[in-house]
């Protein structure tokens, strides 16, 4: 890492200087020294910490960003990010294909849109699409084995990759033991498999039944060895409808002691109006991590949901994207880039050898 090579030089200046005084190095500059080589330890993986997500450095981290449908717009990658960093952002949801109804992303295509991310200082957040509002456990149980054999991408790059095991899986509102069952089983199998990245889950019903974490979420998380999981709630016309139950939802799951994420939200959609600033108040005010949907790309029925008219992010949406953006409670004004970005970047050789991939 670069940031190894500066320390080094730096511990060499020391070296070279006491050298060139004739004086004996001092206690304070073997103190100096052991500084140095501190400052260039790795971050480690993210981690779940009560209700606070911590990063690789220890850092409480809030995500902010938006939804990009990946697995649709791969030639729209690069623009979509850079345009994701230029507003802003500080991490990204990425929809992926585990082959079930898309073409699988493959593992140089996820090797090369990880480095794309860290490359921008954005935190990635990786979710399988395929099994959206399916209630067959078998599409979760798919999602699992695309993990468990990307389990390498995963494992080295920890410390800016969150694992979402499925979009929205489950899309019924009864029989959440079925939903709560079939996680608990995942997440032990993702362990087992030597999966350490931060995991999160999905609420039952289509993202927005949020009773199903604030019902079994604490047995969910009990079942993870390394105590690493996180929930998310997606806010729509009805679990974001209006202010009373948004607040219930994040308070109720901040007294259960959950890390909790939204996952994705808007301003309105096909089952009714969303209360979005409320949603973007009071996650700013109890520092709760969110995810707009979505950048660019959505269906003609559903284009009100774009954040932005073009990919680079110089033409935002007047009622979505600029509110998103620019509102009081904004990306702009509440995201703070992740602290394993500060003095860590990859190198054009990592970022060279991924492209080529």
């Given at each position: 890492m670069k940031r190894i090579l500066s320390a080094l030089l730096c511990v060499a200046m020391i070296f070279t200087i006491?050298?060139?005084?004739?004086?004996?190095?001092?206690s304070q500059t073997a103190s100096s020294v052991q500084s140095q080589v501190e400052e260039v330890k790795e971050p480690e993986g993210f981690k779940v910490d009560g209700t606070?997500?911590?990063?690789?450095?220890?850092?409480?981290?809030v995500m902010r960003g938006v939804n990009f449908a990946y697995t649709?717009?791969?030639?729209?990658?690069?623009?979509?990010?850079?345009?994701?960093?230029?507003?802003?952002?500080?991490?990204?949801?990425?929809?992926?294909s585990?082959?079930?109804q898309w073409d699988k992303t493959s593992k140089a295509e996820l090797r090369n849109l990880i480095q794309k991310c860290k490359k921008r200082n954005l935190i990635a957040v990786l979710e399988i699409h395929d099994g959206t509002g399916k209630n067959d456990v078998s599409y979760l149980e798919h999602a699992v084995d695309y993990w468990i054999d990307v389990k390498d991408i995963l494992e080295s790059n920890k410390a800016y990759v969150i694992v979402n095991i499925a979009n929205e899986w489950?899309?019924?509102?009864?029989?959440?033991?079925?939903?709560?069952?079939?996680?608990?089983?995942?997440?032990?199998?993702?362990?087992?498999?030597?999966?350490?990245?931060?995991?999160?889950?999905?609420?039952?019903?289509?993202?927005?039944?949020a009773d199903s974490i604030l019902t079994y979420g604490n047995e969910i998380f009990e079942a993870d060895t390394l105590a690493n999981t996180m929930f998310a709630v997606h806010m729509y016309g009805t679990a974001g409808k209006n202010e009373a139950l948004i607040k219930k939802t994040i308070d109720t799951a901040l007294q259960n002691n959950l890390c909790l994420l939204i996952g994705?939200?808007?301003?309105?959609?096909?089952?009714?109006?969303?209360?979005e600033e409320t949603i973007m108040k009071y996650t700013t005010e109890k520092n709760v991590g969110y995810f707009a949907?979505?950048?660019?790309?959505?269906?003609?029925?559903?284009?009100?949901?774009?954040?932005?008219?073009?990919?680079?992010?110089?033409?935002?949406?007047?009622e979505w994207g600029e509110l998103l953006v620019n509102g009081e409670y904004g990306i702009k004004a509440t995201s703070e880039i992740c602290s394993v970005f500060e003095n860590d970047e990859a190198t054009d050789s990592e970022q060279s050898q991924a492209e080529e991939e």
């Open positions: 006491t050298s060139c005084s004739n004086a004996p190095a001092s606070k997500l911590l990063d690789g450095y220890g850092n409480e981290f649709w717009f791969k030639d729209n990658s690069d623009d979509a990010l850079n345009g994701m960093q230029y507003v802003g952002c500080n991490a990204v949801r990425l929809v992926l585990d082959g079930d489950y899309g019924g509102y009864n029989d959440l033991e079925t939903w709560r069952d079939a996680y608990i089983d995942a997440i032990k199998k993702l362990r087992e498999a030597g999966i350490t990245n931060t995991l999160i889950v999905d609420s039952a019903g289509w993202g927005q039944c994705e939200f808007g301003y309105k959609h096909s089952d009714g109006d969303v209360d949907w979505s950048w660019k790309g959505n269906n003609e029925d559903v284009a009100y949901l774009d954040v932005s008219r073009d990919w680079a992010g110089t033409d935002l949406t007047p």
